[in-house]
């Protein structure tokens, strides 16, 4: 059986990061999975994208990663986009933006938001037919997946219908459902296509959310207090997620 730790959606949160980190690190978990939106909204865009690239196997393509690579223009995005630089904007450029493999039997599918869509927004509540779509059958392998985990809304969950599961592991770095970092833990028999033991758990991790809020506030970043407003409640911009 082999452990392997998922994270997403850590938006430059360090603090928030270096915790989740530290906890994987207790369970003596040697693998970690990154589904994207390494950078963006927060403070340390330039840390974490380091760390990210230092610390885990895998790394996927997040919306955030694909706005700070392909647009220009608004005063948000250029804020981050100088605090990368070349080398660490080429860097997520270059991420895939689904990733599967066989564990315990199962087609596991890895992605941000969708395997063939950055912007599909999939929730706890949307409809079957827009559920089913992470599962449709990519060009990598051309078979539909059994279980799909992703990130992007940042609120965690583990859900099963149509013989199918999937699961969210929430955020890192802006939680939307608790203000906890979040993240994933799969147990299964790695590249194995033979049916044995699986598991899938949601870990919950407190961390330092005013000293994250104090390295925003030493900024000048564009949008710091909405940042700041969703650290502090975990709802998204003064509405619920």
Request: proline share 4%; aromatic share 8%.
């Amino acid at each position: 059986m082999e452990r392997i730790a998922i994270i997403s959606d850590i938006h430059g949160n360090l603090p928030a990061l270096e915790a989740v980190l530290e906890d994987i690190k207790s369970k003596n978990i040697q693998r970690i999975f990154c589904l994207g939106d390494v950078a963006g909204k927060g403070p340390s865009p330039a840390e974490t994208v380091d760390l990210i690239k230092a610390r885990t196997e895998i790394v996927i393509k997040g919306n955030w990663d694909c706005y700070l690579t392909e647009q220009s223009g608004p005063a948000v995005l250029k804020w981050h986009q100088d605090r990368l630089g070349i080398e660490r904007l080429n860097y997520l450029r270059s991420l895939p933006i689904y990733k599967e493999f066989y564990i315990s039997g199962k087609l596991l599918r890895l992605c941000h938001a969708s395997p063939n869509d950055l912007f599909h927004r999939v929730y706890l509540s949307s409809e079957i037919n827009k559920r089913l779509k992470l599962f449709e059958a990519t060009p990598t392998l051309n078979v539909e997946a059994d279980i799909v985990g992703y990130g992007d809304i940042h609120s965690a969950h583990i859900d099963n219908f149509s013989g199918k599961t999937i699961f969210n592991v929430g955020s890192v770095g802006n939680p939307l459902d608790m203000t906890q970092a979040s993240y994933g833990i799969i147990e299964g028999n790695l590249g194995n296509r033979d049916e044995g033991s699986l598991a899938i758990s949601l870990v919950r991790v407190p961390y330092n959310v005013e000293l994250s809020i104090a390295q925003a506030e030493l900024t000048d970043m564009p949008e710091k207090q909405e940042y700041i407003d969703e650290l502090r409640t975990g709802i998204y911009r003064g509405l619920k997620s």
